[in-house]
């Protein structure tokens, strides 16, 4: 039986296996030197890890690069809502001069009304709410289409009417001035439309109050409003 070789020497650190030790007897060499007779390879442990280590960095550089991005969104962000909060501000700036210049323009239509309630009503103009418009009645002869030119002149037009109200007003208006047979109002009959009845203000004719003689629609294209 062949006798076991075990023991140290000075000048090696390593240990000696003769060529009778059996492979039974080498599996018996403590762990510790194992690695010796190993030295030029790496063992499965230490490659595992320094692969951990480097998929380590790895996910430790990717991380830095995430925070990297999440910080400059989050600036950009900062930025956007800034931006924002300016844009509601100048909003805001923009809707109190449209408030306050919309109070002044009310402020003008009224002293405008008021004057031209004042100069209106010194040439003998009359107001009716409903229509919001001004009315006169003029005592002098004419013809229908004198009529309209003399109206134009003046910036108005013939009267159109479109209510009950409005036809019992301008009735009365009618009533203070002398005339010699009636007053023109702005209705008259289109040739080009079959003679349809229409206001020369282009208004719809939308209402009607005939006495009971109603124009020959064969007859020319007028309306006389008589008192």
């Known amino acids: 039986m062949a006798s ?3 023991g140290s020497l000075k000048d090696e650190e390593s240990v000696q296996v003769d060529e009778f030790t059996s492979s039974n007897d080498r599996d018996e060499i403590p762990s ?8 030029t390879e790496d063992c499965p442990d230490t490659v595992c890890l320094r ?3 480097r998929n380590l960095n790895n996910t430790q550089q990717e991380l830095v690069e995430a925070r ?27 809707e ?7 109070s002044k323009n009310s402020d003008l ?23 919001s418009s001004w009315y006169k009645a003029f005592d002098q002869r004419m013809t229908f289409d004198e009529a309209m030119t ?6 108005s037009h013939l009267v159109s ?3 009950q109200e409005e036809n019992d007003f301008v009735w009365e208006l009618a009533k203070t001035v002398q005339a010699f047979h009636g007053f023109w109002i702005g209705l008259k009959k289109n040739p080009n439309k079959g003679n349809a009845l229409e206001w020369t203000d282009g208004s719809s004719v939308d209402f009607t109050n005939w006495d009971g003689r109603k124009p020959d629609l064969n007859t020319h294209t007028w309306v006389r409003f008589s008192t």
């Open 4 to 6: 076991e070789v075990l």
């Open 32 to 39: 510790g030197d194992r690695s010796t007779l190993n030295s």
């Open 51 to 53: 692969s951990c280590q």
């Open 68 to 94: 990297g991005k999440i910080s400059g969104l989050e600036r950009e962000i900062s930025t956007q809502n800034t931006e924002a909060g300016d844009g509601k501000a100048k909003i805001g700036e923009l």
């Open 96 to 102: 109190g001069k449209i408030t306050a210049l919309q």
């Open 109 to 131: 239509e009224t002293q405008i009304s008021r004057t031209m309630t004042l100069i209106l009503d010194l040439n003998g103009w009359s107001y009716l709410a409903k229509s």
């Open 150 to 155: 003399y109206c134009a002149s003046r910036k």
């Open 161 to 163: 009417i479109h209510s």
